[in-house]
């Protein structure tokens, strides 16, 4: 069986990517949706349940998980975000928090790599902490 997100990893992910204040936006996540042929289930919801909506019923409906991870890849794309570079860092962070459940990372060039599954709030927060310091120390905008 192809390996799949839990319901809370799938909540983690599409609440760091509809984040209010740093994630997208409602009209980049009806573009990705649509880039990667996911149903919007429910446009009318708030982002993040709208979102977590639209993974849930693809997941369960291909019985894996490649195309969120192929929407992560589009969402991450740091060319996206040269208009506006204050988003893209904040954004990775948040989700890098949420994928660390999945034993998953977004690196600074927007590639998906796995990385050692977190088992804890400490870990996942050590980790988003550790990116956070080396984002000051390389004084890019939070």
């Not at 909540?11 to 990517?17: G, K, R, T, V, W």
Request: hydrophobic fraction near 45%; charge should be neutral.
């Amino acid at each position: 069986m192809a390996k799949m997100f839990t319901q809370m990893q799938l909540q983690a992910i599409a609440d760091a990517l509809a984040d209010t204040s740093e994630g997208l936006t409602g009209s980049e996540i009806h573009h990705l949706l649509m880039t990667c042929k996911m149903m919007d289930i429910d446009p009318q919801a708030t982002k993040r349940h709208r979102l977590y909506n639209a993974f849930v019923a693809c997941q369960n409906a291909k019985q894996d998980r490649i195309p969120i991870l192929a929407f992560i890849r589009y969402a991450m794309k740091p060319e996206q975000y040269a208009r506006d570079i204050g988003r893209y860092e904040p954004m990775r962070a948040n989700l890098n928090r949420a994928l660390a459940f999945a034993g998953l990372a977004v690196e600074e060039s927007g590639k998906l790599v796995p990385v050692e599954e977190a088992h804890t709030l400490t870990e996942a927060q050590r980790r988003a902490t550790e990116l956070r310091a080396d984002l000051e120390i390389r004084k890019v905008p939070l």
